[in-house]
Structure formats: structure tokens, C-alpha cells
């Protein structure tokens, strides 16, 4: 795609998300959350390839849909409460659609099932906007209204998503659609705290994100698509290492940085004296590092028979950009743990 | 019995051709027989039972997944798709000619004397005259498509493999092997992802091996400019094609198919894809 196109389109997508964040008002949070929608569509589908059409297609009806029903409780609102201010929401029928719509945008269960759909039908780089970029405004407006009305509905989403998160991966053969059931359990962790405390939801997403985010980029680096072809990352062992390093903190395990992103809430739960929820957390967080540890099994574990050509490579290959972010972003999946203590200044 | 034919200056033995040769037509061209569908004809299946078995199947296939029936592959080594068993295991094709057009071909689906399956017909070149037609001679063989609950078709997930084996013997012509996926839009209904199948006609089975990456992405019959790798995740048929543009009868032996994964294949398309 031509370079100006491509700036113009991701200026536009980080414009649509700030807007979100920034507004106070219902009618330019509509506005935002359709400009990043609209923005994120030629970068979906600019391989022309039938199958990336079809998952931006399916994006773009999801998306739309949600934002419709978005402004349709914000409009709801503004005739029960006369106020488009995003914290006056007063009646619970519009508090229900908007968490709808935000619930249906994030792709949390139940309203999860086009998520691994359309990442299993995009390129790597694509899917990073898809599961990363486009989550913060949509993760934003949810935190922002956790505090206003009785919020069991994202208790119970929150609970389903991690269950959904840990089954749903398990059949999975395709890297992409795991990560996805990925990413509807770790959401389903971050929603259910920011009912209690908000403000950690918040560094808690911004860590699941950075932890993503390296992970995507170096399948996208080893074209590591399916389970098959992560004997493909034995080529180069520095990426097997740090592939398997990210993963395992991405589930959770210590003393690994994604060991915050379960200790924290279950601290905040059993704080709160919600210690009932707590087991439905652990059994999906315990099924999802099964197929994390399968993931990792294949990279480092295995080694098939290479051809006489297929000499080991030290050299990480030609991309020049995606190796200095990985090269940040893995030490936080790393050291990560080291920021515990800033999360109990919230506690 | 041998037979020599000659096609333009070239001699090929047919073998396989004999006087105790047992043919079972299965199937006709265009019709289609689905496994999920036992009834006749005659009966008509009522609305509310259409509606029962449809949930019925609907909850089994909720409870195949719930099963997780992946959750221990790892890495898929090989997996028979095909397998010659018995009279039982031509009910899994169809045969397709150029006779849903108006042409001459004849085709048909038998067991061969050495208790496989045989694919035998007369290609016939000779164009319709409708008018419209430009060219014809085809025969297809076909696997048949699987239908789950509510008619929405099975999917084959091929992803773990990275290549195609064929187990055959031919006659020394040249077929094309056929790769159908399911498609989402409309426009796309007619892909077909080919390779070419060249044979040797003599008396030795034939092991062929064809990486995915190598098939090609046509559409009705025309090789696209923009091409694609197969969509291995959603192949809903595979099928051999006769229609090398020379008149005359072919014959094909059919033991198995099945596909591999192959750690020393590392190339995901062999073509080129032009960046628009």
C-alpha cells in the first residue's frame, strides 16, 4: 500500500482511539470508535486475498453493530437522564446496552465468537492492531463505567471468558486462533477487577499488551502459523528462547512479569471478600497453560529433521523494525515482576 | 490383457482393461449423494423431523468439540484421507463429465481387477453446438461433500500437513489433482486450487507427492493473475481431473490418499503474489 495511504490510515486509527479516551461525551466516543473502525479496514484487507477480506468483513459487521448499539444506549440515555455525559448514566435499560455493545466490541464471552475467526484469517501484523490497538478504547469506556451502576453482568462475562478462554484453545492447531482464546481469558482476568479497583485494571492491560504485542510480533517474524511450523523457530534459537519466555509469562507462571497479571486480581478478590469466583479463574487459567506449554513444547522441545541446507541461523532475519521492539518489550515479560509493589499502592 | 493405443504418435498400455473387469457404477454425473441424507427420493422428511435430526447432529458436533478431539496433536505426522476398503469406499466419489454442458465425455467408477478403485472414460474433445460453448472434454473424479447439521458443510482441517500423497497407477496421460475449499462469498465459490498429475502407464503403482504450496488458484477453469496459497484449513474435496485436450479413453487405479507433514518443506507459496 502506498506510504502516505498507510500513514494517513494510522493517524486516523490512533485519532479515532484517542478520541474515545479523551471525551466526555457520548456522541465523540461514537465518533472515535467508528473513525478506528473505518481507519483499521484498508489495513485489514489490503492483501486482496479472499480470506482477509473475509475476516475484515466480519470485523467491520461486529464493530459496526456494537457501535450502533453503543449510541443507541447513549441515545436511550440522553431521553431518560437528558445528559450526554458519559458518567450520568442513571438507568439501568441503557447501562445494559451500552455494556452490551462494549462487551460484543471486545470480544468477551459470550459475545466472543467472531474474535478467533477474524484473527485466524489475518496477517500478523494485522492482528496486533486487532487484538491489541483496538481494545484499549472499547477496555477504556468499560473501565470507566464499572463504578456507576451494579456491574454482576461483567462478573459473570468476566467468569465465561476465562472458561471460554481455556476450552476454546484446547482444540486449537492454528497459532492465532490460541492467542485469540488467549485474549478473551486475559480480558475476561482485567474486566473483573476493574469492577473492585479500576485503576490496576488499567496497568494490567497496558502489561497484557506489551506481553502480546511480543509475542505477535516474533510469529510474525518466524511466520509461525500453525502448531506444525514452530519447529520452524529451531532455525534461529534466540527466538525459540525468548518466544518461550514470553509465552510462559503470558501464562502466568513465576517469577515470570505475566505472574502479575494473575496474582493481582486473585489478591484483589479475596481482599474484596469474593472469594468464590476465585476457582473459576484458576481452572480457566490452568486449562490455558496447557496449550501455552504445548506452544512451548513445540518450539524448544522438538526438533525434527532439517534439511542439510537448513543450517541454524544466529542472524534474527530481515526485519529491522520488529527486533528493537521485541528486544524492549521481552525484558518487561522478563522483569515484570519487579513492578509488583506498584500495584499494592492501589491496593 | 494388453492393449496399444496410439495417441498422436505415442503408445500407451492399457493394462488395466480386461475382460473380467468389474464395474460398479456409483455415481452419475450430476448428481449428488450426501452420507447425512439416507432417505429416497419418494419420502420427503417432515419439517419437525428435519428439525430433530438437525439439533441432533448440532448437539453432537457441540459435543465433538467440547471433546477437544486436538488436544493431544502436537504435530500431525500423516493422516489417510482415502483409503481403498472395499465397494464401500466408491459411495465417497462422484464423477462430473463434460455431459452437464452438453459434451461427449463419458466417465464412469469401477473396481479394477486388482481390487481397487478404477476411474475409466472416453474424453471427448468435440465441442456442443449451443453456440456459446468454446471449449469442452472433462472428467472429474470427485470426493464427495460431507454436510453437517443445518446442510452447513464439513471442513477439512489440513493445516497440520504440509503435503499431498497419492497412491496410483495410471495410464501415462496427464490428470490434474483438484484441492476445494469453502468459501464465504459467492464470488469465490468456483475456486479451485490444481496441481498437474503426470503418470507413467506401466505396471508399477505410482507414489506421488505434491506440497501444498505448489497448487495454483483457478476459477472456472481460468488461472488467476492474483494467486493465493490453499485455504488448508477449510478443503471440503479433493478431486482428480482428466482434460488434457486428446480424444480418446483413459483409465485411472486409485489406492489411496493421504497427507504429510514434511519438516523439510519450508516454502508457503511457490508463485509469485504481485503487491498491488
New interface residues.
Given amino acids: 500500500m502506498n506510504r502516505l495511504v498507510n500513514a494517513f490510515l494510522l493517524t486516523s486509527l490512533i485519532a479515532g482511539t484517542s478520541l474515545v479516551i479523551f471525551s466526555n461525551h457520548w456522541f465523540p466516543i461514537w465518533l472515535g470508535l467508528e473513525l478506528s473502525t473505518l481507519s483499521i479496514i484498508p489495513l485489514l484487507s489490503y492483501t486482496?486475498?479472499?480470506?482477509s477480506?473475509?475476516a475484515t468483513?466480519k470485523y467491520f459487521l461486529v464493530q459496526a453493530f456494537s457501535a450502533a448499539l453503543l449510541l443507541n444506549g447513549a441515545v436511550l440515555n440522553l431521553w431518560i437522564s437528558n445528559s450526554w455525559d458519559v458518567n450520568s448514566i442513571t438507568s439501568p435499560i441503557s447501562y445494559f446496552i451500552i455494556t452490551a455493545a462494549l462487551i460484543i466490541k471486545l470480544g468477551l464471552a459470550p459475545c466472543h465468537f467472531w474474535f478467533p475467526d477474524v484473527l485466524?484469517g489475518l496477517p500478523f501484523l494485522s492482528t496486533i492492531i486487532i487484538a491489541c490497538w483496538q481494545k484499549i478504547a472499547p477496555m477504556f469506556l468499560l473501565l470507566s463505567l464499572s463504578n456507576l451502576v451494579s456491574s454482576e453482568i461483567i462478573i459473570v462475562c468476566s467468569i465465561l471468558s476465562v472458561l471460554v478462554g481455556g476450552?476454546g484453545g484446547?482444540?486449537?492447531?492454528?497459532v492465532r486462533k490460541i492467542l485469540a482464546y488467549s485474549s478473551i481469558g486475559h480480558l475476561g482476568w482485567i474486566t473483573c477487577v476493574a469492577f473492585f479497583i479500576p485503576e490496576v485494571s488499567y496497568l494490567l492491560f497496558l502489561f497484557y499488551i506489551l506481553n502480546n504485542t511480543a509475542i505477535l510480533l516474533i510469529c510474525h517474524n518466524g511466520?509461525l502459523?500453525?502448531?506444525?511450523s514452530l519447529?520452524?523457530s529451531n532455525v534461529v534459537p534466540i527466538t525459540a528462547i525468548l518466544f518461550s519466555i514470553a509465552l510462559l509469562s503470558l501464562g502466568g507462571l513465576p517469577p515470570l512479569g505475566g505472574f502479575i497479571n494473575k496474582v493481582i486480581p486473585l489478591i484483589v478478590f479475596s481482599l474484596n471478600g469474593n472469594n468464590f469466583i476465585i476457582p473459576f479463574f484458576l481452572i480457566g487459567s490452568l486449562i490455558s497453560l496447557f496449550f501455552y506449554i504445548?506452544i512451548v513444547?513445540?518450539t524448544s522441545l522438538?526438533l525434527?529433521?532439517?534439511?542439510s541446507l537448513?543450517i541454524v541461523s544466529f542472524r534474527t532475519g530481515n526485519s529491522s523494525l520488529s527486533q528493537p521492539i521485541i528486544s524492549t518489550l521481552i525484558p518487561i515479560t522478563i522483569w515484570g515482576l519487579l513492578l509488583l509493589p506498584i500495584f499494592f499502592l492501589f491496593i | 490383457m494388453m492393449a496399444c493405443v496410439k495417441y498422436q504418435g505415442l503408445c500407451r498400455h492399457f493394462i488395466l482393461h480386461s475382460g473380467v473387469l468389474r464395474t460398479i457404477p456409483v455415481a452419475h454425473a450430476g448428481t449428488l449423494k450426501t452420507l447425512h441424507r439416507s432417505f429416497s427420493s419418494e419420502e420427503k422428511e417432515s419439517f419437525y423431523g428435519s428439525l430433530t435430526r438437525n439439533f441432533k447432529l448440532m448437539t453432537q458436533e457441540f459435543v465433538t468439540k467440547l471433546k477437544s478431539p486436538n488436544i493431544d496433536t502436537m504435530f500431525d505426522r500423516s493422516r489417510v484421507l482415502w483409503e481403498y476398503k472395499g465397494p464401500e469406499s466408491l459411495k465417497e466419489f462422484k464423477v462430473v463429465t463434460d455431459a452437464t454442458i452438453g459434451g461427449q465425455s463419458t466417465a464412469k467408477l469401477g473396481i479394477s481387477r486388482n481390487n481397487k478403485l478404477l476411474f475409466t472414460g472416453n474424453l471427448n474433445t468435440d465441442v456442443p453446438k449451443d453456440g456459446e460453448t468454446v471449449r469442452s472434454g472433462f472428467c472429474t473424479l470427485k470426493t464427495l461433500q460431507q454436510f453437517g447439521s443445518f446442510n452447513r458443510k464439513v471442513e477439512i482441517d489440513l493445516t497440520p500437513f504440509t503435503t499431498l500423497h497419492l497412491r496410483l497407477r495410471g495410464d501415462g496421460r496427464a490428470y490434474m489433482i483438484n484441492m476445494y475449499c469453502n468459501s464465504y462469498f459467492t464470488l469465490t465459490h468456483d475456486d479451485v486450487w490444481s496441481y498437474f498429475l503426470f503418470t507413467r502407464g506401466g505396471p508399477h503403482w505410482q507414489n506421488v507427492s505434491i506440497p501444498f504450496s505448489k497448487f495454483f488458484l483457478s476459477s472456472q477453469g481460468r488461472v488467476q493473475d492474483k494467486q493465493s496459497p490453499v485455504d488448508l484449513e477449510r478443503v471440503t474435496s479433493i478431486g482428480l481431473t482428466m482434460a488434457d485436450a486428446v480424444n480418446g479413453e483413459f483409465s485411472l487405479e486409485l489406492g489411496s490418499i493421504h497427507v504429510t507433514y514434511d519438516a523439510t518443506e519450508s516454502e508457503e507459496f511457490v508463485y509469485e503474489r504481485y503487491q498491488t
Fill in positions: 486482496s486475498q479472499s480470506r477480506v473475509e468483513l485466524s476450552w484446547l482444540n486449537q492447531i492454528s511466520s502459523y500453525y502448531l506444525s519447529s520452524k504445548r513444547f513445540n522438538t525434527f529433521p532439517q534439511h537448513n
